[in-house]
């Protein structure tokens, strides 16, 4: 396989994917982590993909991945992560869950507890947590975003904040070297500083694609977050944030 071949490959499976690590792409391509390297900084100095930490992604800081795409993409780490998060919380208590399909999976993982008090703007999560008779499910208000089934807009901020809940479980897009939490609609963003507002503990669920991803929007920033759980370690810039906020880590 020579290189334009090699350099074909690789973005059809950053296409497919959203995001492809270096070692996914060693793998695949058969050849040496320094000739990844290498191709991936080519094609992100030629503008088709962006380069992050440990791999590449889709170049497109203003649209996110399709829904359809996303709910693939890295279902096995998703679901150890969803796994993660479910155990943190006890029975009983009250949570916001917001956009995302990590935070779907998550709440699939919810079904086993007893007597949870869920507000969401996911119509998704509503509808996976509606199943148990013993959950109070509240869906918010709003315009629903016709490409995901997510709640958003100024009613749905107003909706979120009227409540004081015990945990906020957050998903995000992408979460920058300076710790910034990034997402493509400033209609979500607004709703998730609702719930990073009106949340005694507040629980960041993102895969390792997620660090240094770029997004247009700005939601918030790590530090306002309580715990973070994810499939690998961070960062070093993200880990000093977290050192430096005395944020719990939880490596799925």
Known sequence: MNQ?????????????????????LVTRCDVTPQTIRRDLNQLAEAGIVSRYHGGAGLNRSWENTPYQERKTQNSEVKERIAEAVASMIPDGASLFINIGTTTEMIASKLLNHKNLHVVTNNIHVATILSAKEDFSVIIAAGEVRYRDGGI???ATCDFISQFRMDYGIIGISGI???????????????????????????ILAADYSKFERRAMVEQGHISQVDCLVCDQTPPPAIRKIIDENNISFIKA
Request: aromatic letters at 8%; proline letters at 0%; hydrophobic letters at 40%.
């Open 176 to 202: 920058s070297a300076d710790g910034a939490l990034l997402d493509f609609d400033f209609r979500e963003v607004k709703v998730s500083q609702a719930i990073l507002e009106h949340t005694q503990h507040v």
């Open 4 to 24: 334009t071949q090699r350099h074909e490959k690789i973005v059809s499976f950053i296409k497919q994917n959203g995001f492809m690590s270096i070692d996914d």
């Open 152 to 154: 958003i807009g100024e």
